[in-house]
């Protein structure tokens, strides 16, 4: 993975600016949005650098946050304390806790959040595969699945 999450702005698709980590306090504390942002997205950022993110930053640079794997799962945990309508991004970072991508419906998560879900709750071979089509048809618009939360989707697996 690039050391940077993503790479488009406000302006379209363009590569993201790194910053040396000597930079980071700094620009977590008096960059421009735009830097703070991109910081955010960044996989090399300290814990101190995430919390006056977390603390301090609009809410484009929390979804940008709530999208970097470099969060641990306690991070993300203080993420959704400080800004709860972005859980549902938070759910979808593959460190996130498996009670918070429960939560989230099945169509946010990513595959690698899926695949962290199931290694968390200690899937089956068979419930793993199951549940990665129930993931599949929600992807696809299934009206049965697309609904669902990931929670829900693996009760029902877990019941069959």
Avoid: C, F
């Avoid at 309508?85 to 970072?93: D, W």
């Avoid at 129930?134 to 299934?142: F, I, T």
């Amino acid at each position: 993975m690039s050391e940077s999450h993503h790479s488009h702005s406000r302006g379209g698709w363009r590569a993201p600016a790194h910053r040396p980590p000597r930079e980071h306090a700094e620009i977590a504390r008096n960059g421009t949005q735009e830097e703070r942002w991109q910081l955010a997205g960044q996989q090399d950022i300290g814990g101190e650098t995430v919390r006056l993110l977390i603390e301090a930053g609009p809410r484009d640079v929390r979804e940008s946050l709530a999208l970097n794997y470099a969060l641990t799962s306690d991070q993300l945990e203080r993420l959704i304390e400080v800004d709860p309508s972005i859980e549902s991004l938070v759910a979808a970072n593959r460190n996130a806790r498996p009670e918070v991508k429960a939560r989230a419906n099945l169509t946010v998560h990513t595959h690698d959040s899926i695949d962290q879900y199931l290694n968390d709750v200690g899937a089956t071979e068979r419930e793993r595969s199951a549940m990665l089509a129930m993931y599949s048809g929600a992807l696809k618009g299934d009206a049965a699945t697309a609904e669902m939360t990931l929670g829900t989707a693996w009760n029902s697996v877990q019941n069959r």
